[in-house]
């Protein structure tokens, strides 16, 4: 059956659109539907999803409120907000109320499936239509999701400790930071270590 989708929007136009979409696609099935916010709890309780496409905006509650109350009774299910509003502050709420991925309105079919394939591989995703300070809200998000062993291999990779050095240090081998590094790079979205390091010296997780 592949992943299983839930769709949380309010109206009826584009959920049925992208209840279309969605079910073209080989490896994705579209299992419910909700208009309210309270529909949608209660079809990610009954159908247990993999993935909850959550609009923002709902009549009866927040989108916000949805995905607290998901991740509190349904911590398996991968949230991903849907939303015309691209504000750093509200990427950043609903990252932190749980949701693993935000896609915009105004993004196309592409960027919704790789939505829903990165957060089922335990990946972030944001879409790059959105603006760069949004992202970067996001990703520091994530980065309260980090281990903490998963933060000292960061600070130590930002200052340009190789893997031997990092292990011995804090008593692992080095195939266990390699490991770290490997899902570091995957929950931040980062693709090698000068990116890792400019992201720890924005942010604050190295004194280098």
Same mark, same amino acid.
């Given at each position: 059956m592949g992943i299983r989708v839930v769709i949380v929007e309010d109206q009826g136009i584009v959920r049925e659109l992208l209840a279309a979409l969605l079910g073209r696609e080989p490896h994705i099935s579209v299992v419910g539907e909700a208009s309210t916010g309270a529909l949608g709890l209660e079809l990610a309780a009954r159908l247990a999803p993999d993935v909850l496409l959550l609009d923002i905006s709902l009549p009866d509650m927040d989108g916000i409120a949805v995905a607290r109350a998901v991740r509190e009774k349904h911590p398996k299910i991968h949230i991903i907000a849907l939303s015309i509003h691209d504000e750093p502050r509200t990427v950043e709420a609903m990252l932190e109320a749980g949701a693993e991925g935000y896609v915009s309105k105004s993004t196309t079919v592409d960027d919704l499936r790789e939505a829903i394939?990165?957060? +089922?591989? !335990?990946? @972030?995703?944001? /879409?790059?239509? =959105?603006?760069?300070?949004?992202?970067e809200k996001a990703r520091a998000a994530a980065? !309260? !999701? @980090?281990?903490?062993?998963?933060?000292? $291999? @960061?600070? =130590? @990779?930002?200052? !340009?400790?190789? /893997?031997a050095e990092i292990a011995k240090r804090l008593g692992i081998s +080095?195939? +266990? $930071?390699? $490991?770290?590094?490997?899902?570091?790079m995957r929950k931040l979205d980062l693709h090698s270590v000068a990116e890792l390091t400019k992201y720890a010296l924005r942010h604050g997780l190295t004194s280098l």
């Open positions: 394939r990165a957060v +089922t591989q !335990g990946r @972030l995703y944001v /879409s790059p239509v =959105l603006r760069f300070d949004a992202r980065a !309260g !999701g @980090l281990a903490r062993r998963e933060r000292e $291999v @960061l600070a =130590l @990779l930002a200052e !340009g400790r190789r /893997s +080095t195939a +266990t $930071v390699d $490991v770290h590094r490997r899902n570091i």
